[in-house]
């Protein structure tokens, strides 16, 4: 039997999965996002492209977390024994 793996997060901008999370100061995610985008996932490729887009400097206040897949089914509470 063929079980589905659980999918990590994602973007509501390219539609991919992404590993790495990140965080930036409100002040640059709304300077950097469409307001129609601000309340959604977005990964980090996504996020430079906007921000450089409206020549937003990013790169100082920005915090970065990869992910393994492991860690992002313990971080959502899956039980990881039911996907071996």
Known sequence: MNKRL???QLCSVCHREYAIDFVVPKEIWKLATHSSQ???LICLDCFVRMADTRFVKWD??????PTSLVSHI???KLNINTIK
């Open 60 to 65: 100082k206040d920005i915090q970065i977390f």
């Open 74 to 76: 313990q971080k959502t």
């Open 38 to 40: 601000r309340e959604n």
């Open 6 to 8: 659980p999918h990590r």
